[in-house]
């Protein structure tokens, strides 16, 4: 009897989170953004499929910058300059794992010779990468701004109360022990 109680319990809260989710709540919504440096040496495009804002190609121009140069870093101790271009994500975007092509690339090594940072001052992400690397370098922006349940959608969930989230919540309960008899 505990347990069955327990499980009522359980999933009236589930319910009442979820629909507190679907109404007030956003989900992040993601953008590939990919350097494509395997071309040639030193010239790189950048390509972003599914950008919601299209970006201006002429904006977003690599440029050549000094590779800071420290001693743990021996892949890149001949490396005098990386290349580090801009991807168009907005300021208060995380940026997802980095991912390589070819990913056998044994001199293309993540933080030694290819990376990410946020330049502060100019309000923008870049990736980064310098010899021996030659590569294609994918990320994805996470945007806060769309959110999951639009105001103007009627839909089932956006009209739903304590007392029909309760009415649910026992016919989940039912439908449990029906499987439960049947099995």
Not at 9 to 32: C, D, M, S, V
């Amino acid at each position: 009897m505990k347990l069955i109680i327990f499980n009522y319990i359980y999933i009236i809260a589930a319910i009442l989170i979820l629909k507190t989710l679907l109404i007030n709540g956003q989900f992040p919504r993601w953008e590939e953004r990919t350097l494509d440096c395997s071309s040639r040496e030193g010239d790189c495009i950048l390509i972003a499929p599914n950008a919601k804002v299209k970006r201006d190609p002429n904006r977003y121009k690599c440029r050549r910058e000094p590779m800071p140069q420290t001693n743990w870093n021996i892949l890149a101790r001949n490396s005098k300059t990386r290349i580090a271009c801009p991807i168009g994500c907005e300021q208060d975007a995380d940026l997802s794992v980095i991912q390589k092509k070819p990913i056998d690339n044994k001199n293309c090594q993540k933080y030694y010779t290819y990376g990410k940072y946020r330049d502060h001052k100019e309000g923008e992400w870049y990736l980064w990468l310098t010899e021996p690397c030659v590569a294609k370098l994918t990320t994805h922006c996470r945007f806060n701004d769309i959110p999951y349940h639009q105001q103007n959608n009627n839909t089932a969930t956006n009209n739903i109360d304590e007392e029909s989230a309760l009415k649910i919540a026992e016919k989940e309960q039912r439908r449990g022990r029906k499987l439960k008899k049947v099995a």
